[in-house]
C-alpha cells in the first residue's frame, strides 16, 4: 500500500515526475497490462497524452510569507503514454497566492496512482466505466498561480473526467 504523501526530493520548481511510484502503478495494472514502464525523460515521441488532476499540499518556504500552506484538489497532472505500454506523468506546481513563490508540493500518492493506472488501462483498451468528479466546494482555481495553466495543460474550472 502506497503512503498517503509523497514530498519532492529537491527544492521547488514548476513540474515534477515521480519514478518511484512506478512500482505502485504497475500493481495497479498488473490485472490488465504487463511490463509497463517508466520514461524519466519528458521529452520523445509519445503516441498519447491526457491532462487531469491529482491532489497535494503546498507549503510555502518564503519565511517572510503570512501564508503557511494550503491544499488543492486541483493540481495538475499530465500523463503521456509511449508505445509498450510506457509512460510518464509530470505533475505541476502552485504558486504561493501570498507572495507569488513557488509551493513546496507533496503529492497524494493514492490520487496520483489511482489516475495514472486508470488512464494507462484506457489507452490498453480494458473495458472501464468512465469516472466522473464533480466540482467541490473550496477555494476558486487560480490559473495565475497554476503551473498546468501557465503549461497549457490545466482543465482548470472544468469537470474532470478520470
Known amino acids: 500500500m502506497p503512503n498517503k504523501s509523497r514530498k519532492p526530493k529537491n527544492e521547488a520548481k514548476t513540474s515534477y515526475m515521480f519514478p518511484a511510484l512506478h512500482d505502485d502503478v504497475s500493481k495497479a495494472v498488473s490485472g490488465d ?4 514502464w517508466f520514461k524519466k525523460k519528458s521529452g ?3 503516441n498519447n497524452e491526457y491532462s487531469t488532476h491529482v491532489m497535494g499540499k503546498f507549503k510555502c518556504d518564503n519565511g517572510g510569507c503570512s501564508n503557511h500552506g494550503w491544499g488543492s484538489k486541483k493540481v495538475t497532472i499530465l500523463i ?7 509512460y510518464n506523468a509530470i505533475v505541476y506546481n502552485q504558486r504561493c497566492r501570498s507572495c507569488n513563490k513557488l509551493g513546496t508540493l507533496t503529492l497524494d500518492e493514492t490520487s ?18 468512465e469516472q466522473r468528479y464533480d466540482r467541490r466546494e473550496g477555494s476558486p482555481h487560480k490559473a495565475e498561480l497554476c503551473e498546468g495553466c501557465k503549461s497549457g495543460h490545466c482543465q482548470g474550472q472544468k469537470r474532470t473526467f478520470y
Open 33 to 36: 497490462i504487463s511490463n509497463s
Open 44 to 46: 520523445g515521441t509519445y
Open 80 to 86: 503521456r503514454g509511449f508505445s509498450g505500454n510506457g
Open 112 to 129: 496520483y496512482i489511482e489516475r495514472v493506472a486508470y488512464r494507462l488501462k484506457k489507452w490498453a483498451g480494458v473495458e472501464m466505466e
